[in-house]
C-alpha cells in the first residue's frame, strides 16, 4: 500500500492507492467516526492500477442522492483470502477509499451500508491473471 507522502504533489493521478474496510457493527460513532476498541480499518492489498471508483450525484424531490461504484482485483485466488473477505460479503460495511491524489472518502452508513461482490477467475493460459474481481457499491 501507499504511503500519503508517496502521493504525486501537484499531478492528477488517476487509480486508487488504498482500499480499507469494515464492519458497520465495528464503529461506536459516525460522526466523527470513531471505532470501538481493538477495531479498525482492514487493509486490502489490490492488484495495482486496478482500483477504479466512480460517484454521482442527482438531485431529487426527496434530496440530493448519491451513488458510489468500484471495482478492484486481488492477485491469486486463495482459501486464505476468501476466509478474510468473505465476512464482509453480504454484510453491513462501510469503506475507506483513497484516489492516488491523496483524496479520501468513506462511503456507506448504517442506512446505506456498502455491497461488496467477488468473482474469481483462474484464466485460461498460464500468462493468464489468477484473481479475484471485487465490486462495491452504496446508494
Known amino acids: 500500500m501507499l504511503a ?3 502521493f504525486h504533489e501537484g499531478d492528477n493521478i ?11 457493527s ?10 470501538k476498541s481493538n477495531a479498525y480499518w482492514q487493509g486490502l492489498e489490490f492488484h495495482p ?4 471508483f466512480k460517484d454521482e450525484v442527482n438531485d431529487s424531490d426527496q434530496g440530493t442522492y448519491y451513488t458510489y461504484v468500484g471495482t478492484f482485483k486481488i492477485h491469486k485466488k486463495s482459501k486464505n483470502l476468501e476466509v ?5 460479503l453480504g454484510q453491513c460495511i462501510i469503506m475507506r ?3 492516488m491524489n491523496g483524496y479520501v472518502q468513506v462511503i456507506g452508513g448504517p442506512e446505506c451500508p456498502v455491497q461488496l461482490l467477488r468473482t474469481g477467475e483462474t484464466g485460461s493460459m ?3 491473471m489468477n484473481h479475484y474481481v ?3 457499491s452504496v446508494n
Open 14 to 24: 488517476g487509480g486508487l492507492a488504498t482500499i480499507e474496510i469494515a464492519h458497520i
Open 84 to 88: 478474510l473477505l468473505d465476512q464482509y
Open 4 to 6: 500519503i507522502n508517496d
Open 134 to 136: 471485487f465490486s462495491f
Open 126 to 128: 498460464p500468462a493468464d
Open 97 to 99: 477509499i483513497t484516489d
Open 26 to 35: 465495528t464503529i461506536e460513532r459516525f460522526k466523527p467516526l470513531v471505532f
Open 49 to 52: 492500477s486496478s482500483g477504479i
